[in-house]
Each structure stands twice: as structure tokens, then as C-alpha cells.
């Protein structure tokens, strides 16, 4: 009789830990997508669609996934509330399935570019400068304004595509675990 006793408690225990192990491998193959995806799509993008569009993209994939893996352990432990005792009250369960926050911070995308901005402005000052005592020497000055802009500007977008795959990477691995702590929350409570 004492062993009827302690296998449902120990199924129960099973269950809930493979439910974890689940949530954990949900979490790693939702991080290693993004992370496999993210640096290749911000490749064809502009750094203006990046500063305008990744942030607000990014909270919409973590929330659709976060609510899709939330569901998902919602199901998993409504159907353990049905195989389980019944010795718990409604109230009781609806309390333990409750579901976590899901919320994503929005990574910061700026890139300082203000060396090359300024490296700009100064061989337009010293063309300008220049071109009255040597016009040779201040035309050249001139000349390489744009380029050395064009140059900065290339320069500053793959900065920020760098800093902004970094940061959404970084923001994305503090809400999956954020997600993923709160998820071993509610089914450390539904264990109890």
C-alpha cells in the first residue's frame, strides 16, 4: 500500500521534470534559431530599416514564442491536474496555471560614428583651408571629403549591424531565461 502511496508522486515528479527538460530545450532551439538567423537577415537591410524595425520585430517573435511555449506548458500540466488527485480545489489549479510575463526589453542599436563624422568634417575645413594657399593640395582635401564620408558611412552601417545582432542577442538570452525561470516557477508550484 505504501508503494501506491509513492509511485503517483513520483510519476507526478517524473512528469514535471521532463516538462523542465522540455522547457529547456524549447528555450536553446529558440536561441540557436535566432542566433543562426538574425546576423544573415540584417545583412540586407539598411541602417535605418535596423534602427526602425529589429527592435519591435523582435518583440513580436519572443512574444509569439513565449505565448506558444506558455500554452504549451499550460497544456502539459492541465493535463497532469486530470490524471492527478482530486483533492485539489479549482481554485488551486487555475492559481498554479497561471502564466508567466513575457516581455522582451528592446536591445539599444546605436553605434557612435562621430570619429569618422568628424574625420569628415576636418578634411572639408582643411580643403576649404588649404585650397587658397594651394589649390592642388585643398582640391585633393575636397576631393577625399566624400569618399572618406562614403567610406565612414559603410563603416558605421556594419558597425551597427555587428552591435545590433550582439544586442538582440543579448536581450533575446535575458527573456528566454527570464522566461525560462519563471516557466520552472509556475511548474515548480503546480509540483507542490
Known amino acids: ?4 502511496a509513492i509511485r ?17 530545450a524549447d528555450s536553446f532551439e529558440f ?12 545583412e540586407s537591410v539598411t541602417a ?17 514564442w ?8 499550460q497544456q502539459a500540466l492541465a493535463e497532469l491536474a486530470q490524471r492527478g488527485p482530486a483533492n485539489q480545489s479549482p481554485r488551486a489549479d487555475a492559481e498554479a496555471l497561471t502564466g508567466p510575463d513575457s516581455r522582451l526589453m528592446r536591445p539599444n542599436f546605436e553605434v557612435s560614428t562621430f570619429a569618422l563624422d568628424a574625420s569628415v568634417v ?8 588649404t585650397l587658397f594657399a594651394n589649390a592642388a593640395v585643398g582640391g585633393l ?7 572618406l564620408a562614403a567610406f565612414g558611412r559603410e563603416r558605421g552601417d556594419r558597425a551597427l549591424r555587428q552591435r545590433a545582432a550582439e544586442s538582440a542577442l543579448a536581450a533575446v538570452d535575458e527573456a ?7 516557466l520552472e516557477r509556475v511548474i515548480d508550484d503546480f509540483g507542490r
Open 141 to 147: 582635401f575636397l576631393l577625399a571629403a566624400p569618399t
Open 176 to 182: 528566454v531565461t527570464r522566461l525560462g525561470t519563471e
Open 66 to 73: 513565449a505565448e506558444r511555449e506558455n500554452q504549451e506548458v
Open 1 to 4: 500500500m505504501t508503494d501506491v
Open 31 to 42: 536561441r540557436r534559431e535566432v542566433g543562426w538567423r538574425l546576423p544573415a537577415a540584417l
Open 8 to 24: 503517483p508522486g513520483r510519476e507526478l515528479a517524473t512528469a514535471l521534470q521532463a516538462l523542465k527538460a522540455q522547457v529547456a
Open 48 to 64: 535605418s530599416e535596423i534602427r526602425q524595425h529589429l527592435g519591435p520585430f523582435l518583440e513580436q517573435t519572443f512574444r509569439v
Open 122 to 129: 576636418a578634411a572639408l575645413a582643411l580643403g576649404i583651408g
